[in-house]
């Protein structure tokens, strides 16, 4: 199994500050199609979790640009350029390349 | 309005059965892939399971395969996972999910499984 490493595990972050979380998988998780099957979801408190970046970089309908996803092959990272209260949650990586999907440990964001 | 709205969970003994269920709506069910990923209380997410758009490709995660099935009535637009030889360890939160890993990923609200005597 592919596994999916996340760190830092907590974050707070002041608001209007940025923040940066990164993930790495134990294999390349690039596609022969070119793409890489790595995703960042975002699970607020007491919600479902909701995608945010697909193929390691895309931005789902609708996710704020403030959101930004990199990287490439095993390494990956999301970042935010200026936090506010509404990002509060867990942040989750994910790889889709091959089963069992695996996911990371969670980022549970914070406010200070 | 394009959702998924599960139902089914229940306090269950071990050993007992389960069978969930997922309602699609506001969107063609049978054109995509469909998952199942459950947490338990206070954790992260776990895939449990897929199933391709005509219900032929079924994937498990080792920790169910051979006690849970995946299946699907795209008449009904509906998605199910039928849960047999439950243990304490299957408790969690059950989401049913629409094309994890690609841009139309859509969560549903979950559903909770119990496992106790």
């Known amino acids: 199994d592919i596994v999916m490493t996340q760190s830092p595990l907590s974050l707070p972050v002041t608001p209007g500050e940025p923040a940066s979380i990164s993930c790495r998988a134990t294999q390349s998780l690039l596609h022969s199609n070119g793409h890489h099957f790595f995703d960042w979801y975002l699970q607020k408190p007491g919600q479902s979790p909701q995608l945010l970046i697909y193929?390691?970089?895309n931005r789902a309908p609708g996710v704020p640009d403030r959101f930004s996803g990199s990287g490439s092959g095993t390494d990956f990272t999301l970042k935010i350029s200026r936090v506010e209260a509404e990002d509060v949650g867990v942040y989750y990586c994910m790889q889709a390349l091959q089963t069992p999907y695996t996911f990371g440990q969670g980022t549970k964001l914070e406010i200070k | 309005e394009v959702q998924l709205v599960e139902s089914g969970g229940d306090l269950v003994q071990p050993g007992g059965s389960l069978r969930l269920s997922c309602a699609a709506s506001g969107y063609s069910f049978n054109n995509y892939w469909m998952h199942w990923v459950r947490q338990a209380p206070g954790k992260g997410l776990v895939w449990v399971s897929r199933l391709n758009e005509d219900g032929t490709i079924t994937s498990y995660a080792d920790s169910v395969k051979g006690r849970f099935t995946i299946s699907r009535d795209n008449a009904k637009n509906t998605l199910y996972l039928q849960m047999n030889s439950l243990r304490a360890e299957d408790t969690a939160v059950y989401y049913c999910?629409?094309?994890?890993?690609?841009?139309?990923?859509?969560w549903g609200q979950g559903t909770l499984v119990t496992v106790s005597s």
């Open positions: 193929w390691g970089s």
């Open positions: 999910a629409r094309d994890i890993g690609g841009v139309g990923s859509l």
